[in-house]
């Protein structure tokens, strides 16, 4: 872990079975982005909350706990595109993250979600996203930063929304 934190470019570590405190130490002093995969049962997120440059975290699942300690990263730029389905606290305290946050692996969104998602500040990625209700669009469409690289009301416009069709067949 000590020779990679000299790694000049952006280190992909996705295939790591296991990561101790000490390494994790280590890597963060790599000031580039840095990628940990999801084979691992018990990241140390603390020390991973520390690293100074783009984060991706590949946790299959986020709880409260293990967000509340992510959402302090400072690098600019948290990934946790593997997360497919937290609970709406979790969307809650994600919000408070400073920077782009990338949520790539979130296929629908509550409409509480939503709403905690709208008051996020800086660029939201949700290009796994399918499905939305009305009500969720509207929230999302406060957002005040961009969506997939867009305007949130344009990228809206490109969701799956199953309420426009109930109302098509009236």
């Given amino acids: 872990?000590?020779?990679?934190s000299?790694?000049?470019?952006?280190?992909?570590?996705?295939?790591?079975?296991?990561?101790?405190?000490?390494?994790?130490?280590?890597?963060?002093?790599?000031?580039?982005?840095?990628?940990?995969g999801s084979y691992c049962d018990d990241l140390p997120l603390e020390e991973l909350s520390r690293h100074q440059g783009k984060l991706a975290v590949g946790l299959d699942h986020?709880?409260?706990?293990?967000?509340?300690?992510?959402?302090?990263?400072?690098?600019?730029h948290l990934e946790l595109g593997?997360?497919?389905?937290?609970?709406?606290d979790v969307f809650e305290i994600l919000s408070r993250y400073e920077g782009d946050l990338i949520l790539d692996g979130i296929s629908e969104l509550s409409d509480a979600a939503a709403v905690s998602l709208s008051?996020?500040?800086g660029r939201l990625g949700?290009?796994?996203?399918?499905?939305?209700?009305?009500?969720?669009?509207?929230?999302?469409g406060k957002h005040q930063g961009l969506i997939e690289?867009?305007?949130?009301?344009?990228?809206?416009?490109?969701i799956y929304n199953p309420e426009n069709e109930e109302e098509e067949e009236d």
């Avoid at 593997?82 to 709406?88: I, N």
């Avoid at 949700?126 to 999302?140: C, R, V």
């Fill in 6 to 36: 000299n790694h000049k470019h952006k280190l992909i570590l996705e295939g790591l079975q296991s990561l101790s405190t000490e390494a994790a130490e280590e890597l963060i002093k790599h000031s580039t982005p840095l990628s940990v």
């Fill in 119 to 121: 008051s996020h500040r």
């Fill in 62 to 76: 986020l709880h409260v706990d293990e967000a509340e300690t992510l959402v302090k990263h400072q690098g600019g």
């Fill in 82 to 88: 593997c997360v497919t389905d937290p609970e709406d």
């Fill in 149 to 158: 690289n867009q305007q949130p009301s344009d990228f809206l416009n490109t």
């Fill in 1 to 4: 872990a000590k020779a990679l």
């Fill in 126 to 140: 949700l290009k796994g996203l399918q499905q939305i209700s009305n009500e969720a669009i509207e929230a999302l």
